[in-house]
């Protein structure tokens, strides 16, 4: 699996990705993180202060492979993905300068063990204004990237798909949960929901 998964990611080299977002964060001032899913109810960071943030130009999509961690690379599950276009509500964490250099390395080794997602600085507005922040976003010419998928698509995975951390189903409820704890809708996810328990409670009344 390991090898499988480094082969779809050849040519984007984990660590030296870490270095460039390490170096181009610098160093001087305050470490910020944007985080859109599994961040804001696991955010495992040891952070001083958080923020509701709102993020232009990219949106939250569950529309990203998953074949260790919410499926198998026989049953894929998904994850979510920060995707351009639109815009996606979340909340932005802020590490002391002295932690950001290990924060971007405990983030590297969650989220960027293979290098798929493309780490960029976005700004991020806050009630107490703009700032910069580290986000994982994903490209649709990235081999993770599921493309369009249809009712059905999602319907099944969320009936069978399940990894080392447990279902997609449950993964994308935690993260709705979250989401409605905070004040944000997220419509789409919603509607994903409502297909899934629609698909559950036609398989419980099944003889």
Request: net charge positive.
């Given at each position: 699996m390991t090898r499988q998964?480094?082969?779809?990611h050849a040519g984007r080299d984990p660590q030296a990705m870490l270095a460039r977002a390490i170096a181009q964060w610098g160093g001087e001032h305050d470490l910020w993180v944007f985080g859109y899913g599994s961040l804001l109810w696991r955010p495992e960071l040891d952070f001083e202060e958080?923020?509701?943030?709102?993020?232009?130009?990219?949106?939250?999509?569950?529309k990203m492979w998953?074949?260790?961690?919410r499926g198998t690379p026989e049953c894929p599950g998904l994850v979510f993905g920060l995707l351009s276009g639109g815009s996606c509500?979340?909340?932005?964490?802020?590490?002391p300068r002295e932690a950001g250099a290990q924060g971007i390395a405990t983030l590297w080794?969650?989220?960027m063990v293979t290098g798929v997602y493309d780490p960029r600085w976005l700004p991020c507005r806050t009630?107490?204004?703009t700032v910069r922040a580290l986000a994982f976003t994903l490209s649709r010419r990235s081999p993770q990237h599921t493309g369009v998928l249809c009712d059905d698509d999602y319907r099944r995975?969320?009936?069978?798909?399940?990894?080392?951390?447990?279902?997609?189903?449950?993964?994308?409820?935690?993260?709705y949960d979250e989401l409605r704890r905070l004040g944000i809708e997220d419509r789409a996810l919603?509607?994903?929901?409502?297909l899934s328990q629609a698909e559950s409670d036609a398989a419980d009344a099944r003889p």
């Open positions: 998964l480094h082969h779809a958080r923020r509701p943030a709102q993020v232009y130009g990219w949106h939250r999509a569950l998953s074949k260790v961690n509500r979340g909340m932005v964490f802020r590490l080794q969650r989220e009630e107490h204004g995975i969320f009936s069978t798909a399940a990894g080392r951390f447990g279902t997609t189903r449950d993964y994308a409820r935690q993260t919603a509607r994903l929901l409502r």
